[in-house]
């Protein structure tokens, strides 16, 4: 593992980032700047990971699904951005020991627990509801969770978003970590919590043709 493409490739695509978007940030200092940590995110739109790059300083280990890395390019691409699959059909050690390993060697390693893309009415903003797992996670490791929450993300997939002209809105914020001392269910829980003040604290920042979930 090594960090020299992923930082090359931020490198390259925070131009285009920056100079297409006005972006609404929240909480950006909550995530810390050395020792291990899990963020935990919404996940609307493909987007959501090169926006959570963007944005967090810090090297980021992301989880994506089994599925995603069935194409032999974005396997590479991910892979060599340090990202690994997680396989929620079914239970998965040896993918929750990289995860632990992970965070055992001080690193920030983000999870989407609503398990893959939920918007609107599906999204765990309005579902309160998501995966189990990341409290357990957050308990094995010791570590904190940082939720993070992410609005209309999907805009990029609209071709002249990418213009560079400052116009593209979305917002990312991000919760204070929660300790990971309660039970499983009770970080689950908090997090949950979390995502919901996030969203409401985020939106009313953007105009309302930009509050997609």
């Known amino acids: 593992m090594s960090d ?14 920056c100079t297409t978007s006005r972006p609404v940030v929240l909480g950006l200092e909550n995530v810390p700047r050395s020792g291990a940590c899990l963020i935990a995110a919404n996940h609307t739109s493909p987007y959501d990971v090169p926006l959570l790059i963007r944005h967090v300083p810090r090297p980021l280990d992301f989880v994506s699904i ?11 691409l991910y892979g060599n951005m340090n990202a690994f699959a997680l396989d929620r059909r079914k ?8 995860i632990l390993n992970r965070l055992e060697r001080g690193r920030v390693v983000v999870m989407f627990p609503e398990g893959g893309f939920r918007r609107g ?11 189990p797992g990341l409290g357990r996670i957050a ?14 993300t999907s805009v990029y997939a609209k071709p002249g978003s990418w213009l560079p002209f400052f116009r593209t809105r979305y917002a990312i914020a991000f919760a204070p ?34 509050r997609t979930l």
Not at 66 to 74: A, C, I, M, R, S
């Open 139 to 152: 308990n094995i490791a010791a570590v904190p969770v940082v939720p993070a929450v992410l609005i209309n």
């Open 4 to 17: 020299a493409f992923y930082k090359a490739t931020r490198f390259l695509a925070l131009p285009v980032l």
């Open 91 to 98: 239970p998965d050690a040896p993918t929750v020991r990289k």
């Open 66 to 76: 089994v599925e995603v890395f069935q194409n032999p390019f974005v396997a590479w």
């Open 177 to 210: 970590p929660i300790s990971p001392q309660g039970s499983p269910e009770e970080t689950d829980a908090a997090v949950i919590e979390a995502f919901v003040r996030l969203y409401a604290q985020a939106v009313a920042k953007l105009p309302e043709h930009c």
């Open 121 to 131: 009415e599906a999204s765990v903003i309005r579902s309160r509801t998501m995966r």
